[in-house]
């Protein structure tokens, strides 16, 4: 079966996010009252399997975030 597949990667709480704060200060410095900004990859992709969240959660660990520094969400839908 086919899927559509959509994972977010942010970096865990605890730790900087160098890109977000200078995005945030770019944000306030134009008069937006933005606060704690983060940035999140965003990747999305077709897949083809019978066991999707088992391949996805490992493509995750291995290739798409680095389980120490990142957490995960993910998103998988039937392709029509």
């Known amino acids: 079966m086919k899927w559509r ?3 977010t990667v ?3 709480e605890r ?3 160098p890109e977000g704060r ?7 410095n134009l008069g937006y009252a933005v606060e ?3 940035v999140p990859k965003c990747f999305e992709f077709e897949l083809e399997s019978e066991k999707p969240e088992e391949e996805v959660e490992e493509m995750c660990r291995k290739l798409l975030a680095n389980p120490l520094i990142h957490s995960w ?4 839908e039937p392709v029509s």
């Open 5 to 7: 597949v959509t994972v």
């Open 10 to 12: 942010r970096l865990k």
């Open 15 to 17: 730790l900087n996010d």
């Open 22 to 28: 200078v995005i945030g200060k770019a944000l306030r």
């Open 36 to 38: 704690n900004l983060r």
């Open 73 to 76: 969400e993910y998103r998988i």
